[in-house]
């Protein structure tokens, strides 16, 4: 399965549905099975910004897991951000200035327990195995 790396509390916010909109500067023809995973940086930064996110929008932003997969989601569309009305509380989560593009998420799933898991930058491949989806000959290589 594809999986994308976020810095905290930012793949929290996808985990607990406070985030539907994930913004990059780089475009993508991806749809499909996602992993997030929460990248293990936490510094000084972060954690003001999880603070500052913990008290307006939802308190396990405060204290997130790092360095794990905490969520499954589905990549369905991107979309330039010049042609999104994020809401106000979207907005906070995302860049969405102009030539940015915006990932649409859906069905997201938090995981019951963070899976330790090494990062990477842009996508790199997590087994389905260790999230329990078990790979089928018909399926096999499809999300790869």
């Excluded at 500067?25 to 995973?37: F, K, N, Q, S």
């Excluded at 997969?69 to 042609?83: G, L, N, P, Y």
């Excluded at 996508?123 to 790869?144: H, K, S, Y």
């Amino acid at each position: 399965m594809r999986a994308i790396s976020l810095w905290q509390p930012w793949a929290s916010a996808i985990a607990l549905g406070l985030k539907q909109i994930e913004t990059r500067h780089w475009w993508t023809d991806y749809r499909g099975p996602l992993a997030v995973h929460a990248a293990k940086r936490w510094g000084p930064d972060e954690r003001d910004t999880a603070c500052l996110f913990a008290r307006r929008f939802d308190q396990r932003l405060a204290a997130p897991p790092l360095g794990a997969i905490i969520a499954t989601a589905c990549i369905v569309d991107c979309v330039r951000t010049e042609r999104l009305h994020p809401s106000e509380q979207e907005d906070a989560f995302g860049n969405f200035a102009p030539g940015r593009f915006g990932w649409i998420l859906r069905d997201v799933v938090a995981l019951a327990d963070p899976i330790p898991f090494k990062g990477a930058q842009g996508f790199f491949d997590v087994p389905g195995e260790l999230l329990g989806i078990a790979p089928t000959p018909a399926l096999q290589g499809v999300f790869l």
